[in-house]
């Protein structure tokens, strides 16, 4: 059962502009949602994290935006740059205990920014 | 943040041979830390939790015995795909908390 969905597959914007990646999950024990992103043969590295009692976290142009009561969170891109353009995976965790780290990721969306 | 060094970055191996992957956590000790197996274009899949002087737990669908997690000190968990075949290639990563190591590309020939 997939309990995170991730959409969409790919987007295409061209540099200056918004990228938009939205998530939904259906496990309300999840209490840490963080976004990574991903270069070809490297591992995810993560870019911005929040926790269900912010409903918006900003770092530089990465802004995260929750909404508890829709299960859902999304990631805005600001300002758009070719150097971002990298696949970006949301991922849900319940953060606690022996479960600290293990994580649920979306299926991925494929970032592609036009010069 | 925590670091994590996973070796090696890539590895070409024979069908029925076995391939170990080394994750070190570099300055933090970790108790617990992830393994993930990602195919291309796809997204990560956990595989199973390490956890340091225990069994490993892996999750539904992982054959524990053909991936054999040990976890001896608090800074070092290895993967050792054993009876390797072409279907075990993957791009293979693990983690301690939310850092990633950066991967193991294995191809099975």
């Known amino acids: 059962q997939q309990q995170v969905k991730q959409s969409p597959q790919s987007l295409i914007v061209q540099k200056g502009g918004i990228s938009i990646i939205n998530c939904a999950y259906e496990n309300t024990a999840f209490d840490y949602f963080p976004w990574y992103q991903q270069f070809p043969g490297k591992g995810p590295a993560l870019l911005i994290a929040i926790r269900p009692d912010v409903s918006e976290k900003k770092e530089g142009r990465f802004t995260i935006s929750f909404n508890k009561s829709a299960k859902q969170f999304s990631l805005h891109i600001m300002d758009s740059q070719p150097g971002d353009s990298a696949t970006y995976f949301c991922?849900?965790?319940?953060?606690?205990?022996?479960?600290?780290?293990?994580?649920?990721f979306g299926q991925g969306t494929i970032l592609t920014v036009h010069p | 943040g925590a670091v994590v060094s996973q070796h090696p970055s890539r590895v070409i191996c024979k069908s029925g041979t076995s391939v170990k992957i080394e994750c070190r956590s570099l300055?933090?000790?970790?108790?617990?830390m992830f393994w993930y197996r990602q195919f291309p274009k796809k997204s990560l899949m956990l595989m199973a939790t390490s956890n340091e002087g225990s069994k490993a737990t892996y999750e539904q669908g992982v054959e524990k015995d053909k991936f054999l997690i040990n976890h001896a000190s608090l800074t070092l968990s290895t993967l050792t795909v054993t009876s390797a075949h072409p279907e075990d290639s993957s791009f293979y990563i693990c983690?301690?908390?939310?850092?990633f190591g950066s991967g193991t590309r294995l191809t099975v020939v």
């Open positions: 991922a849900a965790s319940i953060g606690g205990g022996t479960s600290y780290g293990k994580l649920t």
């Open positions: 983690s301690q908390g939310y850092t």
């Open positions: 300055d933090f000790q970790a108790t617990t």
